[in-house]
């Protein structure tokens, strides 16, 4: 899977930066726009944290890192465009003193979030996601649009391709690492609004989930969001 992953993403990323290569002309011979698409590669460094209830408490600086390797259709000549794109999204969010166990059996197992039974020092859920995002984008520079305002709204639609539980104790001055890795009881698609706004390669990005990170009646109603900035260009 990884590897089959690595390939299609390598092709993608040559098929993407060859075709930037091409500049688009007019009839006079220059150029109406310094590439046919720019944003190919946005990097998103965020917050990351979940809309939960009281009795779920995040500690910490909950973080995330969303790298897309986008495709640029202009819209006719005018200052938009239409964006997709394929790439990888991650996410950490620390608990307070709490962990989750996932190991109930029988017709009413589900998730539980529950007070720690082990002096964990750090204990996070980390989840990552194979994803497209899609975007209306607008840029008030269309002749250079890694320069000047520019601005986004989108979908991104992803499916989950791992998650895990991670805690760290220590014992008698030894240091431990307890892992478990489970996609159980999770939703296996995610649905997220996003937008951004900035100037040139550095823009504000925020998104919200669509729907919840656990499956409906298998676990707390937790629904994911973000912000941070993104770092585009190319």
Request: net charge positive; proline share 3%; glycine share 10%.
């Amino acid at each position: 899977m990884k590897l089959r992953l690595i390939l299609f993403l390598s092709l993608f990323i040559t098929a993407v930066t060859g075709y930037a290569q091409d500049v688009e002309k007019s009839g006079s011979g220059k150029s109406i726009l310094e590439k046919p698409s720019r944003d190919f590669v946005m990097l998103q460094f965020t917050y990351d944290n979940w809309v939960r209830p009281d009795s779920i408490r995040t500690t910490g600086f909950g973080r995330g890192f969303n790298a897309y390797i986008c495709y640029d259709f202009p819209i006719a000549k005018s200052n938009f465009s239409f964006a997709a794109g394929i790439g990888i999204g991650t996410s950490n969010i620390y608990l307070d003193n709490q962990q989750i166990i996932n190991t109930d059996t029988g017709a009413s197992a589900q998730v539980r979030f529950v007070n720690e039974t082990t002096d964990y020092k750090k204990y996070k859920l980390t989840t990552a996601y194979l994803e497209a995002p899609f975007e209306l984008r607008f840029f008030a520079n269309k002749e250079n649009r890694n320069k000047g305002f520019k601005m986004s709204v989108g979908l991104r639609i992803g499916t989950l391709v791992g998650a895990h539980t991670k805690g760290r104790r220590s014992v008698d001055g030894t240091k431990y690492i307890d892992k478990e890795t489970s996609r159980r009881f999770m939703e296996t698609w995610r649905f997220s609004g996003m937008a951004r706004i900035g100037y040139g390669n550095f823009s504000l990005m925020g998104t919200y989930n669509l729907n919840n990170l656990y499956k409906s009646g298998l676990g707390p109603e937790l629904t994911p969001y973000s912000i941070g900035i993104c770092i585009s260009g190319l």
